[in-house]
Structures are given as C-alpha cells and as structure tokens.
C-alpha cells in the first residue's frame, strides 16, 4: 500500500466518526495547498491525497454529487478557441459561458410541408465538450449550468424535462396540459416561462417562387402573417406548478414568437414585428406598459440589459451592419458607447459583451464570436467564423447562460 492509498484509507476511517465536513471542505484544502509554494516531498503527497478524497469521495451530509462541473473546474476569464467553428470546447467570457449551440436542417413531413427543426450541441459537464444531440427540439439552460429546461422531438410537446447536465439524465418531467413550442429561464433560474402553440411555428411550406432571393425557385417559407401561439405557462422551477394564461394577439406576430421574462421576472414580453418592437404582459396575460428600463431593448437584440442594469445593448450602429453596435442609456434610449459587432449576444460583465463579428472585407454571413470592451478598440475571437448555410461549418446558433 502505497503513502496516498494510506492516507485515504486513514481518512475514510476517521470520516466515520466525525460530523459531517463542511460543504466548502475541497475549497479551503485546495487554497491552502496553494499558498504553500515550498514544501517537503511526502508533506505533498499527503496533501495530494486529502483533496484527492475531498473531491473524490462525496461530502459527507452534503447530498450533492462530489464531481465538479466542466464550466466550474476552468474559470479563468476568457476561455476561447478561435480555430473551432462549431465550438468543440467549452468557450466563456467573464460570468457567460456558451452553454449549447444549435444548427437548423429541413425535416420533410409530406411532399409541400416540412419543419426547420434544430439539432443541439450541449455542453458535457463531465468532459467540457460539447456533444450532439437529437433527443431535443428545443432547450433552455439554467444559470449554474447544471440543469437544461428539454423539450422532446415533436412540438408542440405536452411536458418539460429538466435535464442534469452532469449525468445528461431527465431528473423529472413536468406536464404541460397545453403544447408547448418554446422554454426560457428567469435570471435567476427560479422560474421558466413556456410559450404554448396550437401547431408548430417551425412548419414550412412549399413554395413556386424565389421567395429569399436566392435565384432558386421552389423555396421553403414559413407562414408568416399568421400564428398559431396561445399564450403562456409561468412555471416554478424547483416545484414545477405552474399556471397558463392566455394571448390572443396575432397582429405583428411571426409564427414563432416566443415568450421570454422581463429583467426582474416580474413580466413576460415577446416581440413584435412593427414599432414598439416589444410587448409585455402581467403573468395573467394582460398587456402592460414597457418597465422604464426597458422600453429601448428590442426583441432581436439577445444581449439587453447589462448585469448592474446601467446600460443596454443597442442594434446597429450608423447602419452600418459589419462595423459596429450601440450601447444606450436604458432609460432614455441615448447611445452612450459604441463597440465592436455586427450583433450583441451576452454580457460578459458590466463592461464586456459576447458579439457576433464580421471579418473586415466579408458580409454578415462569415462571422465569429468575439468579446468586445466598452470603450476599448479591444477584440478578443471566441470560436472560428461561421460561413455557408450549411450545418456542419455554417450556421450554427448559440445558446449562452451564465456560469
């Protein structure tokens, strides 16, 4: 027997007649291991094997899994790989991490209708890599990035799983009496809000024209002007009880318009396809006024609000769509900043924003993640450049959450 299998076995016998280790036990081992720069050979190995046991072997009375997750084990700052498009490690920034991406391909369901369905790339917490997936339409991950909100293959799908991203096992599944297309978490993660649909807003139609300007007739096209979106469930987390209201409106409304909260989850708002660009609505369904602060966000725009909620992420920036963006006032909708991006996807931090960028010379269709700085010419690449319209290298769509 070997000095760490000694040591692990001396502690596992006194383990047994201890009270339960504090639930921060492999984090202090871990710190003062660290500030001991010097230190005797066997007094090494002895510590070695205490956090070996600490983070091996699960906490005593802690209930939880003793292994870390991928996005917890590397938290440097910027974790980037510029030479991967799609990603195929973990890519973060700041308190955001690239949670899954997705890629949309046709599914023919007869000889003029099809669906745009999406294939997931999730994040595996065990390996730090992203694996493929078929089992899910649709996904939402919650902040901590242990737990996805799944939705099966057919939508609209009568109930919600909630997936460990450790195990990638459904822990429980929560019924939806009404079919839902769509899942989004709070801020907070404590709540989802679920938009319910009477068909899919993924369907496609056949058409006998050029209707993307392509040169290519017989295009697929979804049915715009119309929806078939019923309204809303508002879905505690942790419980899973829920309650629905109903939304009627079909004015403005694409054939997917989903439901996402307000900042503080207070509301729920989905866009419009005219001015003001926003809706939001009370949890029964009632149409509200736009919160002070967000009443210059607009749908499309995914990063909004910045984490201490002093600035916004804008659109386009003089117009120009391969140059930069805006960065505005919440509350008067006046450009304070600009920065890099074609397109702004996630704060980073209060100053840093994940952005889709285009290469200098290239259109809106070759494109990367990029971290950009308020006030700073800075630009670090996240992955490699998007190009094509295909899924292997192409088009692939990000999903982010925080760490």
């Not at 994040?123 to 339409?137: F, P, R």
């Not at 009404?178 to 649909?197: M, P, Q």
């Not at 994940?354 to 992955?383: C, Q, Y």
């Amino acid at each position: 027997m070997n000095v760490e299998e000694l040591v692990r076995a001396s502690l596992r016998e006194q383990a047994g007649e201890q009270p339960p280790l504090e639930t921060d036990f492999a984090d202090r081992v871990l710190t003062a291991r660290r500030r001991r720069t010097r230190t005797l050979a066997s007094v090494a190995a002895a510590t070695a094997a205490v956090v070996a046991v600490a983070v091996a072997v699960p906490l005593l009375g802690s209930g939880k899994d003793d292994v870390r997750l991928a996005s917890e084990m590397n938290r440097s700052d910027i974790i980037a790989h510029p030479d991967q498009t799609p990603p195929r490690d973990l890519i973060a920034a700041g308190d955001t991490a690239l949670a899954a991406y997705y890629t949309l391909h046709q599914v023919p369901l007869t000889a003029t209708t099809a669906v745009n369905a999406r294939t997931y790339s999730l994040l595996d917490q065990e390996s730090g890599k992203y694996v493929k997936t078929d089992k899910w339409s649709y996904l939402s991950v919650a902040p901590g990035m242990r737990t996805a909100a799944v939705l099966e293959d057919q939508l609209p799908a009568r109930r919600i799983g909630m997936l460990d991203l450790l195990t990638g096992k459904v822990e429980r599944w929560i019924p939806a009496e009404r079919g839902v297309a769509s899942v989004e978490f709070s801020s907070d993660g404590a709540k989802l809000v679920a938009t319910t649909y009477a068909k899919n807003p993924d369907l496609l139609h056949k058409v006998d024209y050029d209707s993307d300007g392509d040169g290519r007739k017989n295009d697929w096209q979804g049915d715009f002007g119309h929806t078939d979106r019923t309204g809303f469930y508002v879905i505690d987390a942790d419980s899973g009880k829920s309650s629905w209201a109903a939304v009627t409106d079909t004015q403005d409304v694409n054939p997917r318009q989903d439901f996402a909260f307000s900042a503080d989850a207070g509301l729920v708002y989905a866009g419009l396809t005219t001015t003001p660009t926003d809706q939001f609505y009370d949890f029964e369904g009632n149409k509200v006024a736009k919160p002070a602060n967000e009443k210059y966000l607009h749908w499309h725009i995914d990063a909004r609000l910045s984490p201490d909620g002093k600035l916004a992420a804008g659109d386009f920036a003089g117009g120009s769509r391969t140059t930069a963006s805006e960065i505005v006032d919440p509350y008067t909708g006046e450009r304070v900043a600009k920065v890099h991006g074609q397109q702004l996807l996630a704060w980073a931090d209060d100053k840093r924003l994940i952005a889709w960028d285009i290469e200098p010379g290239t259109n809106e269709f070759h494109n990367r993640l990029m971290l950009v700085t308020i006030g700073s010419d800075k630009v670090v690449p996240l992955s490699g450049f998007r190009k094509g319209d295909d899924g292997a290298g192409g088009r692939w769509n990000p999903v982010f959450a925080k760490r």
